[in-house]
């Protein structure tokens, strides 16, 4: 029932934390870019703060490192 949460990992060389923020209907998007070819690759639906800090705790990064694109 209670499960440890299990951090993964990412490619911190060559992959860019980003939210990608829909301006027509604000929806956000927390995933990685490279930025080699500039290839955006989704990770999960932000709807509110708590996704947020679920996706900062899954991947150990904190909301400053996190870009914010439109």
Not at 5 to 23: H, M
Not at 50 to 70: A, C, N, P, Q, W
């Amino acid at each position: 029932m209670f499960r440890k949460k299990q951090r993964l990992s990412y490619d911190k060389e060559n992959l860019t934390p980003v939210i990608r923020a829909s301006i027509c209907n604000g929806e956000q998007v927390a995933g990685f870019e490279d930025s080699r070819t500039g290839k955006f690759t989704e990770i999960m639906l932000i709807r509110g703060d708590r996704d947020l800090r679920e996706f900062t705790e899954m991947y150990g990064i904190s909301v400053s490192e996190i870009k914010k694109k439109y």
